[in-house]
C-alpha cells in the first residue's frame, strides 16, 4: 500500500512512515528549547566571537527546530512523506553541526593547560582533522538524504538510508577518536601534574607562564571543562542511537518507539546544548569584549 494515498481515517497507523502520532505536546516543547537557545546563541556570537564554534551550533539548532517542526506536522498526517524526510534528514543533520562546535574546543583546551608537548596533534590540527571527519559525515549523510527524497522506489529509498547509515557510522568513528585523544590527553596531563608534585614544586613552575594561569584557576573553567566532556558523551549516546535505530529499518521496534527517540535523541541533544549555551565557552575562556593580546590571539588560532 501506498502511504501517501492514506489518511488516518482511511488507513492503519501501522501503513504510516512511522507507527504512531508524534506527541504535539512533547515535540512542543523541544521546539521552544532549541528555539530559545538558537536566540541566546545568536547573541552570544557577537558578544565572544567563537565563529566556527557558534556558527556550528547555530546551524545545528535551526535544524532541530525544522525537525520537531516537522514532527508535530507529521502527527495529523504520518503519511506524508515530505514532513517525513524533513523529520529525518534535519534531525540527522543537527548533530553533526554539534560535533563540529566541540571540535573547536579540545585545540583551545590544550592551550590553555600549555599542553602542546603532551597532546598528540598540535592545538590547530584538532579542529582541522576532525571537523574535515565532520564535513565528510555531513556530505555522506546529506548524499543519502538526497537519493532518499529523489527515490522513486522503494529499493532506491533504502539505498539512501544505507548511504545516511554510513555517514553516521563514519561519525561514530570519528567521535570515538576524538574521545580517545582527549581521553589521552588528560591523563597524560594529570601524570604531569603528579611528577611535577612529587618533585615538590607545581606544574607551571616547571613551564613557561603564558599568562593562562589565570583562566585556569577560575572555577568556571573547570565547571566548563566538565560539561565539554558531557556534552561530548551526550552526542556520542545519540549517534549510537540513532545508527542502531537505522540499521534496524523504519519498521523495527525501536524506530517506532516514541519514547527511546524522545530521550536518546531530543533530551541527549537538548542537555548538550543547554551545556554549551549556558557555559558558552568564551565566558569560560574570558573573550568577553573586544580587548585583545597575544593569549587570546593563540586561542584564535586553534580555531
Given amino acids: 500500500m501506498n502511504p501517501e494515498t492514506c489518511t488516518l ?16 505536546p512533547g515535540n512542543a516543547i523541544y521546539i521552544a528549547l532549541f528555539g530559545i537557545l538558537l536566540i541566546v546563541q545568536a547573541v552570544q556570537l557577537p558578544l565572544y566571537r567563537m565563529w566556527g564554534f557558534s556558527l556550528s551550533m547555530i546551524a ?47 585545540g583551545r583546551i590544550v592551550v590553555v593547560y600549555n599542553g602542546e608537548d603532551i597532546s598528540r596533534l598540535r592545538p590547530r590540527m584538532y579542529a582541522i582533522f576532525f571537523v574535515s571527519c565532520d564535513a565528510i559525515a555531513l556530505a555522506m549523510q546529506s548524499a543519502g538524504g538526497a537519493i532518499t527524497s529523489t527515490a522513486d522506489d522503494a529499493d532506491m529509498r533504502t539505498t539512501g538510508t544505507n548511504v545516511m547509515i554510513a555517514g553516521l557510522a563514519f561519525q561514530v568513528a570519528a567521535l570515538t577518536l576524538f574521545i580517545y585523544l582527549g581521553s589521552e ?40 571543562i566538565f560539561t565539554v566532556a558531557l556534552s561530548t558523551l551526550l ?22 518507539d516514541e519514547i527511546a527517540f524522545m530521550v536518546l535523541e531530543g533530551a541527549m541533544i537538548s542537555i548538550m546544548c543547554i551545556c554549551m549555551t549556558a557555559i558558552h565557552p568564551g565566558f569560560a575562556l574570558q573573550r568577553r569584549g573586544r580587548k585583545r593580546d597575544s593569549n587570546v590571539e593563540l586561542l584564535e588560532r586553534t580555531a
Fill in 235 to 256: 552526542v556520542y549516546i545519540r549517534s549510537i542511537f540513532r545508527v542502531v535505530e537505522l540499521n534496524g529499518g523504519y519498521d523495527s521496534e525501536l524506530a517506532n
Fill in 185 to 224: 590527553f588528560a591523563f597524560r596531563l594529570r601524570r604531569r601534574t603528579r611528577e611535577a608534585q612529587r618533585n615538590g614544586s607545581s606544574d607551571s613552575e616547571n613551564r613557561k607562564d603564558d599568562g593562562y594561569a589565570a583562566i585556569r584557576e577560575k572555577r568556571r573553567w573547570k565547571v566548563w
Fill in 9 to 24: 481515517e482511511t488507513c492503519s497507523i501501522e501503513d504510516a512512515y512511522i507507527h504512531y502520532q508524534p506527541s504535539i
Fill in 60 to 106: 545545528g539548532l535551526l535544524l532541530e527546530v525544522l525537525g520537531y517542526s516537522a514532527r508535530i506536522l507529521f502527527h495529523d498526517d504520518p503519511f506524508n512523506f515530505d514532513w517525513f524526510l524533513m523529520n529525518l534528514i534535519s534531525l540527522s543533520l543537527g548533530p553533526v553541526f554539534f560535533c563540529a562546535a566541540l571540535y573547536f574546543l579540545l
